[in-house]
């Protein structure tokens, strides 16, 4: 019985043709970082001011963390105006089957809660949409850390981490969900990260992306497209 899905939001849930990565890797850079795709690609999923703080200790300016952060902030919403995000396909169905199983909805993620907010008013996820929305404002450490799970879990009431599902995009969301002591930890493929990856990191499924958690939730088989779902790592 799922109580709580915490799921993810860039990569995830939210379709934004990749301008998080995009405008992390030349905010470091505009400060001399000579951080490479691969560089960037680890971080993907941290707290921003750690990632930034990490990629500038790449050959750049490490006292430029806040203008950094400031740039990669701008970049974003310039990307975000030039192309809005959308929901990824299957987003609303995977609530509602979630809803139907009388589960609460979280989104976590690695933003700052100005960032989140825009994103959501993009959305129109202000609704109700979803039950809470957290931030790595919100507590002392991003993924891998749990804490973000564990403060969805405070919000919403719920008690037990066994009774808790989380979705996400990135080695870091598999490894927080696995931190926090969910019950169900699911690694999606809709980020990008490849799938020899992802599966290297602690997880219950992968599956191509959060449409297919309908599927998984009903026990139906996920779509042989993407190959078996995937056990957890001994």
Request: aromatic letters at 4%; one cysteine or more.
């Amino acid at each position: 019985m799922i109580a709580l899905a915490a799921l993810d939001i860039a990569g995830t849930t939210v379709e934004e043709g990749g301008a998080v990565y995009h405008a992390l890797h030349d905010a470091v850079r505009r400060h001399g970082s000579t951080a490479g795709v691969s560089d960037v690609a680890h971080w993907m999923g941290a707290d921003k001011r750690t990632a930034i703080r990490s990629l500038l200790a790449l050959g750049g300016d490490p006292t430029a963390v806040e203008k950094a952060f400031a740039d990669f902030e701008r970049l974003l919403r310039e990307a975000y105006d030039a192309t809005p995000p959308v929901a990824m396909p299957g987003v609303v169905e995977a609530f509602a089957a979630l809803r139907d199983q009388g589960a609460k909805i979280a989104l976590t993620t690695g933003f700052s809660a100005e960032v989140t907010d825009l994103l959501l008013e993009r959305l129109g996820w202000r609704d109700g949409t979803v039950d809470t929305v957290v931030c790595t404002d919100d507590v002392p450490a991003g993924r891998p850390a749990p804490y973000m799970v564990h403060r969805a879990m405070e919000r919403t009431g719920v008690l037990r981490t066994a009774g808790v599902l989380t979705v996400g995009d990135t080695v870091l969301d598999l490894e927080a969900g696995s931190n926090a002591g969910a019950g169900v930890v699911v690694g999606v493929l809709s980020g990008g990260v490849p799938r020899e990856t992802l599966a290297t990191a602690p997880h219950t499924h992968l599956i191509p992306s959060v449409a297919d958690l309908v599927d998984l939730l009903a026990g139906r088989q996920v779509p042989a497209a993407a190959g078996p779902v995937s056990a957890r790592p001994s």
